[in-house]
């Protein structure tokens, strides 16, 4: 009789359900349309012009909050147009988010935004989008997002603000930092795990209290690249060996130093 032994390797965790797939859009120079003139409208806009975007928002009506807005863009260009959104008007958008107070008119403008093949989000009804906008805690370039798939938009609220008390607004400073250090890391010469010892060694630092509000400096960088180098250098030392014949320490003599180290 055969007996044969197999072993298993553990199977490692699986993903569960998500109720939305979290997705990072990057809009910067792309056009987005935005459709509505109340301030929900203009929160999208300013939103999508933080996140780069041209915006072009379409409203019969414009709001103070809108044209204020549209004069101080936080980031891209707003253009405001006195009428109505047409489905020429969403050809060439990346993404379009239409902010109405009537069912009919947010239907029509979310159907005209498939046919052209735009990602669309209604604000306040899941049913007519593909998308949604979340809580967003700003760290950039360290963004969190948070969502309830719209079950409790309160909720998520309150999530985000025990995350903004929690992050010190000081971290978008490493992260931006991270952002500029990284092509200088990796033409260090160091290896790939000698990276990856910097990274976690700069996230450390980063992270503690008395850094986190402090601005990133130049000597930071170089004092935390000298370390890796040093440890790295320590883990491919060399050993000099000189032959001293029976051992005796007095044999031992400045010509040594002429030998050549080995290992």
């Known amino acids: 009789m055969t007996v044969r032994r197999m072993t298993c390797k553990a199977r490692p965790g699986r993903i569960g359900p998500l109720a939305t797939l979290p997705v990072f859009l990057t809009l910067d ?46 980031r891209g260009e707003i253009m405001v147009h006195r009428r ?94 991270a952002q500029s250090w990284r092509a200088a890391v990796k033409a260090s010469g160091l290896t790939f795990a000698a990276r990856r010892k910097f990274w976690q060694r700069f996230t450390a630092h980063a992270m503690t209290m008395t850094h986190a509000e402090n601005e990133p400096m130049d000597a930071d960088f170089e004092r935390l690249i000298a370390e890796i180098q040093g440890h790295e250098a320590a883990e491919h030392g060399s050993v000099t060996m000189v032959d001293a014949g029976s051992g005796d320490a007095e044999l031992l003599t400045l010509r040594a130093g002429s030998c050549t180290a080995v290992g």
């Open 29 to 74: 120079g792309k056009r987005a349309v935005v459709a509505g003139s109340n301030a929900a409208a203009a929160w999208k806009a300013e939103l999508l012009s933080a996140a780069g975007a041209r915006v072009d928002v379409y409203a019969e009506d414009v709001s103070d909050e809108l044209r204020m807005i549209a004069a101080g863009p936080p």
């Open 84 to 177: 109505a959104c047409t489905a020429h008007d969403l050809k060439g958008a990346a993404v379009a988010v239409g902010a109405f107070e009537e069912e009919a008119g947010a239907a029509c403008f979310a159907q005209a935004a498939r046919a052209a093949g735009v990602p669309v989000n209604v604000v306040d009804k899941p049913a007519l989008s593909d998308f949604t906008l979340g809580a967003i805690v700003n760290r950039s370039p360290l963004v969190i997002g948070i969502s309830t798939d719209g079950a409790a938009p309160v909720f998520a609220q309150a999530i985000r603000a025990k995350l903004e008390a929690l992050l010190p607004r000081g971290f978008a400073a490493w992260a931006l930092a």
